[in-house]
């Protein structure tokens, strides 16, 4: 069976712990690797390789640094298909949702390749007779990065392109349930000119994680998971005198006022909802039925889900592939059984009509759905739309603000006064107004509010170069030697 190491220092490398983990295909319910589980000894080579060539990466100029950067935008334009299949085979997803990862990731590496402009920092001159002032923004050292079955090039590719644009290098921990793709990725890198240890890939499982988050050469460190999780990150790492930036779960309510095109609601809830089989942070879980609409709207979904083709990738006529474990496609079934049991109603029930092989659950959707239902209250994580009926806009609101969760939101109507009062009374990182998945552009930030972030920065974009760097302000002052002498008095600016 085919062996899936490390890469520490510019090439690959096998695991010596002794433990592995199973890589499934998700599509066929085979398995089809071992990756090797890294000890503390193994992440702590991949760090040291990191720390051995961060003062070499620091020290290159912008223009070099930025020349990298450019040929691994280019290489990976070059090899997406190749990088799509493996997220394909390894993660279940369809090769257009694969190549769309690919694509909204290369947007990252793009930002990166303009970094410089934004590490320029500020001059003032004369702030005092002969006296200076100017800030910087230099690099942190070792960044380490914990990354999501869920977009296994993507979220590394927030991660380190603009780690090391500023100058950083980078240890990256991807899921070890499909950790093929940010190998491709670190090879790329080293074909593009990275020179060796600036970026190390090393895998594993809660042991490698706990190990970064302690390291005492990590600066800082970068996770995209669940909530629960990402707290134990924040906190540890944070405890360990490391910068944090900890992204969590989510619960993604759609609100559709009674104004609403309802068939572009439609569209846009099932799109939203059932893109990457739901397993997306952004991905909307809830439809809020504002006023009288509810019925109608209800219909127009059902009705658009049987002409989703539910199957592996390998057919490209379908659109939706399979769950990534046989675990996770149990559990998302059993929020589909405990539903009609809490007083829902189980409109369409993905565990109907689909392939017998493979880890699939099919679009699904309930209706009559409430706070303190497990179907409402859980990130779910599956192709599962709840709709929840709200009277007002007040009430529709209120649900929002009132959940634990800030990631994302939307909102369909075709009030402009209403959408604006919407997006600045929610408590949400991310608002959609008739957009239903507002993941920012690579020149914005990624983040959520409330227990969808812990630390405070965004990922990626602007707050991703200010994570990446920390400023210093130089004092400066060259006076005539004519003048020179000793003034015990406290530093005056007039």
């Not at 992204?247 to 439609?266: E, F, I, R, S, T």
């Not at 239903?436 to 965004?458: C, E, M, N, Q, R």
Request: net charge negative.
């Amino acid at each position: 069976m085919r062996r899936i190491g490390h890469w520490i220092d510019g090439r690959m490398v096998q695991g010596t712990s002794g433990r592995t983990a199973t890589v499934w295909n998700p599509a066929t319910g085979e398995a089809q690797a071992l990756v090797d589980l890294a000890d503390v000894d193994e992440v702590d080579s991949a760090v040291r390789s990191a720390l051995a060539a961060a003062a070499e990466w620091r020290a290159t100029s912008l223009a070099r640094r930025t020349e990298v950067l450019f040929r691994l935008r280019e290489l990976i334009d070059a090899n997406r298909k190749e990088i799509a299949s493996i997220i394909s085979l390894e993660h279940g997803k369809v090769i257009a949702d694969a190549l769309g990862e690919v694509a909204r990731g290369l947007e990252n590496v793009e930002f990166a390749c303009g970094v410089p402009s934004m590490l320029k920092g500020g001059y003032s001159e004369q702030v005092a007779n002969g006296v200076d002032v100017y800030s910087l923004r230099q690099p942190l050292g070792v960044m380490a990065g914990i990354t999501p079955f869920n977009f296994p090039a993507m979220v590394p590719m927030w991660m380190f392109a603009t780690a090391l644009a500023c100058g950083n290098t980078f240890v990256l921990k991807p899921s070890e349930r499909d950790p093929s793709a940010s190998l491709l990725l670190a090879d790329l890198a080293r074909q593009a000119g990275l020179p060796d240890g600036c970026l190390n890939v090393v895998m594993g499982d809660k042991a490698a994680v706990d190990r970064l988050l302690v390291h005492p050469d990590i600066a800082a460190v970068s996770f995209v998971g669940s909530t629960p999780v990402a707290r134990h990150v924040y906190e540890t790492a944070s405890r360990n005198a490391k910068r944090v930036q900890a992204l969590g779960g989510a619960k993604n309510h759609m609100l559709v006022l009674p104004d609403a095109d309802l068939d572009q609601a439609a569209d846009a809830a099932v799109s939203a909802a059932y893109g990457s089989a739901g397993e997306r942070c952004m991905a909307v879980s809830v439809v809020v039925a504002v006023g009288s609409i509810a019925d109608d709207l209800v219909q127009r979904i059902a009705t658009r889900i049987p002409a989703i083709r539910v199957g592996p990738a390998t057919d490209p006529s379908n659109e939706m592939g399979p769950l990534i474990t046989a675990e996770h496609r149990d559990r998302v079934g059993g929020y589909l059984a405990g539903a009609s049991h809490d007083g829902a109603h189980v409109v369409v029930d993905g565990r109907l009509d689909v392939p017998a092989s493979g880890f699939f659950v099919g679009p699904s959707l309930i209706d009559h759905v409430r706070p303190g239902m497990a179907c409402y209250d859980d990130e779910i994580f599956g192709p599962v739309l709840c709709v929840v009926r709200a009277a007002s806009y007040a009430e529709a609101l209120e649900l929002v603000n009132s959940n634990p969760y800030g990631n994302g939101t939307a909102i369909f109507t075709r009030d402009g006064g209403v959408a604006r009062r919407f997006q600045s009374e929610v408590n949400v990182g991310m608002v959609g107004i008739n957009v239903p998945i507002p993941v920012p552009v690579a020149y914005y930030s990624f983040g959520g509010w409330k227990a969808s972030l812990f630390g405070d920065t965004h990922i990626y974009g602007p707050e991703g170069v200010n994570f990446c760097t920390r400023a210093k302000v130089v004092t400066s002052r060259w006076p005539d030697p004519a003048s020179s002498r000793v003034d015990l008095g406290f530093p005056q600016n007039r």
